[in-house]
Structures are given as C-alpha cells and as structure tokens.
C-alpha cells in the first residue's frame, strides 16, 4: 500500500456536508466533525497531555498486536505519547461523538496511556467506559497517572482475544478499537463482537491504513451488508448497522 497514493485519492474523494443527501451523515458532519468543544473539560485535557509529554518514564513494553512501526520496546512515555494516542482532531473526534450520540456503554480496545479514554470519559461523566490493555506495565503506569475523579472509566488489563471470549451480551453502543492493527484479528475481533453490535452501536477504527492487511479490511467492512453507512475519514473509519437506509459508503473531508 502506497500510503501518498492512499492520502492524494482520500483528498480528491472527499466530500464536505454539500451533496449529502443522508440526514443522518449530514448530521455527523455538523454536530461531530464541525463541532469545536470549549471549557472546563479541556483544561483537564491539556494538563494530563503537558505531564505525558513531558514524562520521561521509560515502560518495559510487551507487544501483543502487530507492533510499533518506530518504537522499540522500553518506551519512553513521552513517545508513546506522540506516537500511539489520540491527541488533536481525533481526540476532539471522539469526545465530539459521546458528546452528540450520548453512548451509555463504551468499550476501548487500546488504553495505552488513556488519552483517547480521557476524551470519551470527559465528553459525558454519565457514560461507563470499560478500556482495555494488554501491555500490564503500560496498564499499570495509565491507572496511576489517569485524572483521579474521572470514576466512570474501568481500565482492564486483558487482551483484546480474552475480552472478546466474555459471555456478556450487553449492547455496545460505541466501540472503538485502536490497537493490534492487523486486519485478519480486527476482522475476528468485530466477528465475536457481533451480538453486541447493535443498530445503536457506533464502531469506530483507527489507523484503516496502518498497514495493506488493515486497508483491506476496512474495504471488507465497507461492502459488509450488515454495516449500512461506513464512513472514511483517512486515518479513522465508522461503521454502523442502520437496516432502515440505503447501504451507502461516505469519503468525508476532516
Ligand atoms: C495505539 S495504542 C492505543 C491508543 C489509545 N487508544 C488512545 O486513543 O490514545 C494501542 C494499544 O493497544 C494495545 N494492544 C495491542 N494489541 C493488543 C491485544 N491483542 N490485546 C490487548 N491490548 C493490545 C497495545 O499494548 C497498545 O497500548
């Protein structure tokens, strides 16, 4: 995969709220990609994001997924930090979605070091946030630093295939999955989630081109015909069952 090839056909792709003709994508485009949020909450933000990019704490790290492309495996925080979290828009992108759909019951594959959980957990106290890690030092080191009074976060350090096997039946009603990025387990990973997806379920994939196996999963899930709108954002990608639309794929601008 060519990822300048990938970025020049997104941008030459991608459309803005104009010619959307589905209420529910025009929506998404107002309320979540345009929306800009302000206040308190972002104090917290910024101050958890000054320590971890200034921690220079090194995490004896123990690989479960497909890998770091640039870190090797004692961490500095302050890497792991610029390298693996969802700081900027896509920080904003999650704490936008919890904020417009009011999930109840959220899952996280990825804690790391908490910074996409920080967004989703600050963008409603009322959500219950179950994240999971399977790296036990990178667990460890996020539940000691993690803003304290946030309560409605449980960090589970598990792997993502132990998580998977739990008997629970419970709707999801935003899962995001941001980590092992290879594209046969995130296949496996949506596959034993499947009862859990609901017509309420937000599913929400990082890192779609990380790799040619990821790209070919996404496009996999895009012609799925239990997923009704898909929605590609370059680096991040949606998928939601809707039976009561037209199945149809949306390129937007972000
Ligand atoms: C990209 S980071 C997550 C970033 C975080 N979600 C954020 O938004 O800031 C991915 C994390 O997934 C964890 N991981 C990868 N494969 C895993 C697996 N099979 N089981 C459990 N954890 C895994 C890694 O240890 C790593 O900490």
Not at 171 to 176: A, E
Request: net charge positive; glycine share 6%; with cysteine.
């Amino acid at each position: 995969m060519n990822l300048v090839n990938e970025f020049i056909k997104y941008k030459w792709q991608a459309k803005g709220r104009h010619g959307i003709h589905s209420p529910f994508v025009y929506d998404f485009i107002e309320n979540v990609l345009q929306t800009t949020f302000e206040g308190q909450e972002l104090n917290v933000i910024s101050s958890y994001t000054h320590f971890l990019k200034k921690c220079h704490d090194e995490i004896e790290f123990q690989e479960l997924g497909a890998g770091s492309k640039l870190l090797s495996n004692k961490r500095r925080v302050s890497s792991m930090y610029s390298l693996s979290s969802s700081r900027g828009k896509f920080g904003k992108l999650l704490y936008a979605l919890v904020s417009h759909y009011s999930p109840k019951q959220i899952v996280e594959f990825g804690s790391s070091l908490g910074v996409g959980t920080l967004h989703l957990a600050l963008s409603n106290p009322l959500a219950k946030i179950q994240s999971i890690e399977g790296c036990s030092n990178t667990h460890a080191f996020t539940v000691k630093s993690f803003p304290k009074k946030l309560s409605n976060v449980e960090f589970i350090n598990s792997t993502f295939e132990e998580f998977c096997q739990q008997k629970s039946e419970s709707p999801i009603d935003l899962l995001f999955i941001d980590g092992h990025h290879d594209g046969k387990y995130l296949l496996t990973y949506l596959d034993q989630l499947n009862p859990r997806i609901t017509e309420n379920t937000i599913v929400v994939l990082d890192d779609i081109r990380w790799s040619s196996s990821m790209l070919e999963t996404w496009n996999k899930l895009v012609a799925d015909k239990k997923y009704h709108v898909s929605i590609d954002l370059f680096r991040m990608g949606i998928l939601l069952k809707k039976p009561d639309q037209v199945k149809q794929h949306f390129i937007l601008r972000y």
